[in-house]
């Protein structure tokens, strides 16, 4: 795959796309269209499967005073009632703890306003590149490029980029994708890493990118 084939490209992974579920965040965002709920639902999804994402964002947004759930929320509840809320997600004392965290860090750094610059959103507890990129794309819908291990695995196997590290695949992909692409190549690869091109074994005999992929006989 070659930078000229990204048009084509992307209008295969959207049809994909559509014919199964959307990533969890994307349907946080829908349903709450709140980039706080957004953020706060990409750290819970961090090492862990979905389905288990969703119930512990329902039970922590149940958790809350009104209709949107809040800073004023999680500092309401203690460390320990937000790690019953959320178990089983992955690392989910840690979690716990960074949300605890998050609204006092908000206030003293940021006037309690949630910033939407990807450097500004890393300085708060829990967040990392790939949950502060994905939180400006889906909650701010701003552009920016989220870089989790399907991204990384699939945009190498593809060819697009020679990286060894998801931080140097955003680099090459900030030069290579036309911006108009960049809030949707996560969400679009993410689901068909998902069900699809996995890491291992992918259905490479019927896939609809393999004209494209120099990988496609892997596994």
């Not at 949707?184 to 699809?196: A, P």
Request: charged fraction near 25%.
């Amino acid at each position: 795959m070659t930078a000229r084939d990204i048009p084509a490209v992307d209008r295969l992974l959207k049809r994909a796309f559509q014919a199964h579920r959307s990533p969890i965040i994307e349907l946080v965002e829908a349903q709450t269209h709140d980039p706080f709920c957004v953020l706060v639902g990409t750290i819970l999804s961090a090492r862990t499967k979905d389905q288990c994402t969703a119930g512990a964002v329902r039970r922590l947004f149940a958790a809350g005073a009104g209709d949107v759930f809040t800073p004023a929320d999680l500092d309401r509840l203690t460390q320990a009632e937000i790690e019953k809320l959320i178990f089983p997600v992955g690392f989910f004392r840690d979690k716990a703890r960074h949300l605890k965290a998050l609204p006092g860090v908000l206030r003293e750094k940021f006037g309690g306003v949630l910033p939407q610059t990807v450097e500004e959103l890393c300085e708060l507890p829990g967040v990392g590149r790939k949950t502060a990129n994905l939180t400006v794309a889906v909650g701010f819908d701003l552009p920016a490029i989220c870089v989790d291990v399907h991204v990384h695995r699939i945009s190498n196997r593809l060819g697009l980029v020679r990286t060894k590290t998801p931080f140097e695949t955003e680099m090459a992909l900030r030069r290579i994708l036309p911006v108009k692409y960049w809030k949707t190549w996560n969400s679009h690869l993410v689901s068909f890493g998902q069900t699809r091109c996995a890491p291992r074994g992918p259905r490479c005999a019927d896939c609809p990118l393999a004209r494209y992929c120099p990988a496609r006989h892997v596994g």
